[in-house]
């Protein structure tokens, strides 16, 4: 009778050790995945209850910029850089400052629940598609562009709150970029399998997005059309700088229309690719 020697009857126990504690392994990480479950579950209605009181702030916010804004461009005809005070509320560029803030925690907020869905498909094959498509290219171009314009009015500024605001549009700029390429793969909550509050929070997202960026793109669009911009002293600049720096203005007013009109087809075409059919 033949004997299996000593070294194929150690390799064979540190396999069974390996299949062992790999079994193991695998009962621990669905223990700890089923606890995690578990505790979303009941963290859910409260985690629900703080994004749509976080989404009503996104609007107050919108709102008060938007009033801010639009005051300074009727009556003083600056932007809001410029602007010393507001007769409609105390501290606006504060206000300003938080509702940047608030926007990008929420594009932040949207790129972390949507890498975690299901449905998504992941960095790298997202990646992979978007450098197929003329549009990501044409958004990109439109982002530098912005981002380029932004930095000139920080290199023209005095102002340390200047300075921040500035700070902050780069910031949110670039996050709502992000927010759009990732968003676009991701299809609608199905109404089968979704909870309704998942519904509501998805909806009043995109409706917030879009009712930002429209404001947006008028404000941008009707500061281009009278050569305002938020460079200091912009009438003592050089000729050149003032030329570029309002087609620059230009270019951002397409910019955040083409973020709103993402935000606006994807309300009514959720799970179509918007980049492959270029309607942003």
Not at 75 to 87: E, N, Q, V
Not at 113 to 136: D, E, H, M, Q, T
Not at 142 to 147: A, G, P, R
């Amino acid at each position: 009778m033949l004997k299996a020697e000593p070294e194929q009857v150690d390799n064979e126990e540190e396999r069974n050790e390996e299949v062992e504690n790999e079994i193991k392994n695998h009962r621990q990480s669905y223990l700890d995945e089923e606890k995690t479950i578990c505790l979303f579950a009941c963290m859910c209605p409260y985690l629900t209850a703080f994004y749509l009181m976080f989404i009503a702030w996104r609007y107050i916010s919108v709102i008060f910029y938007a009033t801010y804004a639009t005051e300074c461009f009727f009556k003083a005809k600056l932007a809001t850089l410029r602007c010393d005070d507001s007769g409609v509320f105390p501290y606006p560029t504060k206000f300003e400052v938080a509702w940047q803030m608030s926007s990008a925690v929420n594009s932040l907020i949207s790129i972390s629940i949507v890498a975690k869905l299901s449905p998504f498909p992941g960095f790298r094959v997202i990646w992979k598609k978007l450098v197929r498509y003329a549009r990501f290219w044409s958004l990109s171009f439109q982002l530098i562009v912005v981002i380029t314009y932004n930095i000139i009015l920080i290199l023209h500024e005095h102002l340390t709150i200047s300075f921040v605001i500035e700070v902050g549009f780069i910031i949110d700029e670039v996050t709502v970029t992000l927010v759009v390429c990732l968003w676009n793969f991701i299809p609608a909550p199905n109404k089968d399998t979704a909870t309704s509050s998942f519904q509501c929070c998805y909806y009043v997202t995109l409706i917030a997005y879009f009712l930002e960026n429209l404001y947006l793109f008028v404000l941008m669009s009707s500061q281009a059309a009278l050569d305002i911009t938020g460079i200091h002293e912009f009438e003592h600049r050089p000729a050149s700088l003032q030329a570029v720096s309002i087609v620059m203005n230009a270019t951002e007013a397409t910019f955040y229309f083409a973020i709103m009109k993402f935000f606006w087809n994807k309300m009514f075409e959720p799970d179509r690719d918007l980049f492959e059919k270029e309607t942003i």
